[in-house]
């Protein structure tokens, strides 16, 4: 069998698996690149197979950095079958159109600008007509059901603890009359975490892929982490200011949603604190996830579920307020006094959240609070390097308020989790594949992995291939060249946003409009053009 790794490689987004197998041509998530102008580009390049040609797809789960790029699969021409969890069915058909929404609305946006300078227009990487037909080709799979694509080739989908619907995939292979195992362990969620239920055990396995967004640190203080949370929201309100929450609509923002309604049943202080403010989720997305949460409780842990029992939901504190329309949005902006926002998306590179961010960043009493990862170069992950002015909708920003991070919000396992569930597995692999992740961590969790079970490591780059069978001999390849890294990319990137601002600047010379604070922006922008330009020198 041979697989090749088309993303997620030495990168944390764009999962992406492709097998051929006895015959069959299939996918493992088929998911979108996120961060930046530089991994929007890989998003738009041609699949190196052809889609028509593919069998069938297995999802992992819901997220777009794992099941974004679907609809352009089909826009292709895929027309197999997608299969699982029933949850995740449920989310890709709110989720899916939402992605196809943010990519139509960003080409019209850039589009304006290019007509009137009488460029090309540029075509979205697929529309919403596109996420509502590939909407067809999935079907749900239930944990633990055995789904036999033929003689030769079986899987199963386990709960992976990431978020509702989230599966790891035991893939059972026969070839040459030999039978082997193949365990994806898709993104492994904490144990202990509310709402969701512990990741499975496996019994073991040949070969295991392995995320290991966090293979290289531990998640500080996971004991703490809601009372931390509470303590921070605390301490905004009582100095009148608000606290706004970048959130991935689906998984992160009803996690935090349940922490606060849990300590609202506490009549505590704290409790009576909070409840004397508004809080609102402003995230379409976010709203109709909740109604999928509703409908799929049989996914919740015993505590969640002991709630229901008692006829609390614990996913709508009773001063949630769900926020719909533009307009109610933009009514944010002028709300006076403290109030909790949630609003995604949870990196800051799209969606309303830049908004509130343009509106509250300045202000000292207000605190932006990230719960989840941050991938380089977005928005988000230049806030927690502590960047102190942020550019946002073309406007500079002065960053004055506080900015917290609780990392053990993260819905992925750290390097002490991943590590206990490999230990819990009878027969441990001898080859593993360590996946999604930034290099440096890749590089310190296989060393980690070596240490602890002597296994052979591998660390696929995109576009490798790698040939495996029954023996468990591995032989490597490369499918296509590597694109330029992603660090050079983003310097592409931010010496076009530069371009710009020139021409921007050009046209406000002409008409005599330009102000000295912006003739300020546009000179540090010309400062840090010409630092990039000497670090791509001194790199070549």
Same mark, same amino acid.
């Given at each position: 069998? $041979?697989?090749?790794?088309?993303?997620?490689?030495?990168?944390?987004?764009?999962?992406?698996?492709?097998?051929?197998?006895?015959?069959?041509?299939?996918?493992?998530?088929?998911?979108?690149?996120?961060?930046?102008?530089?991994?929007?580009?890989?998003?738009?390049?041609?699949?190196?197979?052809?889609?028509?040609?593919?069998?069938?797809?297995?999802?992992?789960?819901?997220?777009?950095? +794992?099941?974004?790029?679907?609809?352009?699969?089909?826009?292709?021409?895929?027309?197999?079958?997608?299969?699982?969890?029933?949850?995740?069915?449920?989310?890709?058909?709110?989720?899916?159109?939402?992605?196809? +929404?943010?990519?139509?609305?960003?080409?019209?946006?850039?589009?304006?600008?290019?007509?009137?300078?009488?460029?090309?227009?540029?075509?979205?990487?697929?529309?919403?007509?596109?996420?509502?037909?590939?909407?067809?080709?999935?079907?749900?799979?239930?944990?633990?059901?055995?789904?036999?694509?033929?003689?030769?080739?079986?899987? *199963?989908?386990?709960?992976?603890?990431?978020?509702?619907?989230?599966?790891?995939?035991?893939?059972?292979?026969?070839?040459?009359?030999?039978?082997?195992?193949?365990?994806?362990?898709?993104?492994?969620?904490?144990?202990?975490?509310?709402?969701?239920?512990?990741?499975?055990?496996?019994?073991?396995?040949?070969?295991?892929?392995?995320?290991?967004?966090?293979?290289?640190?531990? +998640?500080?203080?996971?004991?703490?982490?809601?009372?931390?949370?509470?303590?921070?929201?605390?301490?905004?309100?009582?100095?009148?200011?608000?606290?706004?929450?970048?959130?991935?609509?689906?998984?992160?923002?009803?996690?935090?949603?349940?922490?606060?309604?849990?300590?609202?049943?506490?009549?505590?202080?704290?409790?009576?604190?909070?409840? &004397?403010?508004?809080?609102?989720?402003?995230?379409?997305?976010?709203?109709?996830?909740?109604?999928?949460?509703? =409908?799929?409780?049989?996914?919740f842990d015993e505590e969640a579920a002991e709630f229901i029992k008692k006829g609390i939901y614990p996913l709508e504190p009773k001063n949630l307020k769900f926020v719909r329309t533009a307009d109610e949005s933009k009514m944010l902006?002028?709300?006076?006094?403290?109030?909790?926002?949630?609003?995604? &998306?949870?990196?800051?590179?799209?969606?309303?959240?830049?908004?509130?961010?343009? +509106?509250?960043?300045?202000?000292?009493?207000?605190?932006?609070?990230?719960?989840?990862?941050?991938?380089?170069?977005?928005?988000?992950?230049?806030?927690?390097?502590?960047?102190? =002015?942020?550019?946002?909708?073309?406007?500079?920003?002065?960053?004055?308020?506080?900015?917290?991070?609780?990392?053990?919000?993260?819905?992925?396992?750290?390097?002490?989790?991943?590590?206990?569930?490999?230990?819990?597995?009878?027969? $441990?692999?001898?080859?593993v594949f360590i996946v999604h992740g930034e290099k440096e961590s890749q590089v310190e969790f296989a060393q980690e992995l070596k240490r602890n079970f002597d296994f052979d490591v591998h660390i696929p780059a995109r576009g490798e291939?790698?040939?495996?069978?029954?023996?468990?001999? *591995?032989?490597?390849?490369?499918?296509?060249?590597?694109?330029? &890294?992603?660090?050079?990319? &983003?310097?592409?990137?931010?010496?076009?946003?530069?371009?710009?601002?020139?021409?921007?600047?050009?046209?406000?010379?002409?008409?005599?409009?330009?102000?000295?604070?912006?003739?300020?922006?546009?000179?540090?922008?010309?400062?840090?053009?010409?630092?990039?330009?000497?670090?791509?020198?001194?790199?070549?």
């Open positions: 069998m $041979k697989v090749t790794f088309l993303g997620a490689a030495q990168t944390v987004t764009g999962s992406c698996y492709y097998f051929e197998c006895e015959g069959k041509k299939f996918l493992i998530d088929c998911g979108m690149f996120q961060g930046g102008h530089a991994e929007d580009e890989l998003n738009f390049e041609v699949f190196p197979f052809n889609p028509s040609e593919i069998d069938f797809m297995i999802l992992s789960h819901a997220h777009i950095d +794992h099941s974004g790029r679907i609809p352009k699969l089909y826009k292709d021409g895929f027309r197999g079958i997608i299969y699982t969890t029933d949850a995740t069915v449920d989310l890709c058909s709110i989720m899916l159109p939402d992605s196809a +929404h943010i990519q139509e609305s960003d080409v019209e946006w850039k589009n304006k600008k290019r007509k009137r300078e009488g460029r090309e227009e540029l075509k979205p990487l697929y529309t919403i007509d596109d996420a509502y037909a590939c909407l067809d080709l999935f079907s749900g799979v239930k944990y633990e059901e055995v789904i036999e694509i033929d003689s030769n080739l079986r899987f *199963v989908l386990k709960d992976a603890g990431h978020m509702l619907g989230s599966a790891i995939v035991e893939l059972y292979i026969t070839e040459n009359e030999k039978e082997y195992k193949l365990v994806f362990s898709g993104d492994l969620g904490n144990r202990n975490v509310p709402i969701l239920k512990d990741p499975s055990t496996i019994d073991g396995c040949d070969y295991l892929f392995i995320e290991s967004t966090y293979g290289d640190r531990l +998640h500080e203080d996971v004991e703490n982490k809601s009372k931390r949370l509470i303590r921070i929201i605390c301490d905004t309100i009582s100095n009148g200011g608000k606290v706004i929450i970048p959130s991935f609509a689906v998984g992160r923002t009803q996690e935090i949603l349940y922490e606060i309604a849990k300590v609202l049943t506490t009549g505590s202080d704290e409790a009576k604190l909070i409840q &004397s403010v508004e809080i609102f989720v402003d995230s379409p997305l976010a709203t109709s996830a909740s109604g999928v949460y509703k =409908k799929h409780i049989d996914y902006n002028d709300y006076e006094g403290s109030c909790i926002i949630i609003s995604s &998306s949870g990196m800051c590179e799209a969606g309303r959240i830049k908004h509130h961010l343009k +509106h509250n960043l300045w202000k000292k009493n207000n605190t932006i609070l990230f719960v989840g990862y941050q991938a380089p170069n977005t928005l988000g992950r230049k806030l927690l390097d502590g960047q102190k =002015k942020v550019k946002i909708f073309g406007e500079e920003i002065e960053v004055k308020a506080k900015i917290e991070y609780i990392e053990a919000y993260s819905g992925h396992a750290d390097k002490n989790g991943l590590i206990k569930w490999i230990d819990s597995m009878k027969n $441990k692999p001898q080859q291939f790698y040939v495996i069978g029954p023996e468990q001999i *591995v032989t490597k390849d490369r499918l296509f060249s590597e694109s330029p &890294s992603f660090v050079n990319l &983003s310097i592409l990137a931010q010496i076009e946003d530069i371009e710009d601002d020139l021409n921007r600047l050009k046209e406000h010379i002409k008409s005599a409009s330009v102000s000295p604070e912006r003739l300020n922006a546009i000179n540090s922008n010309l400062e840090e053009l010409r630092y990039l330009i000497s670090l791509a020198l001194n790199d070549y």
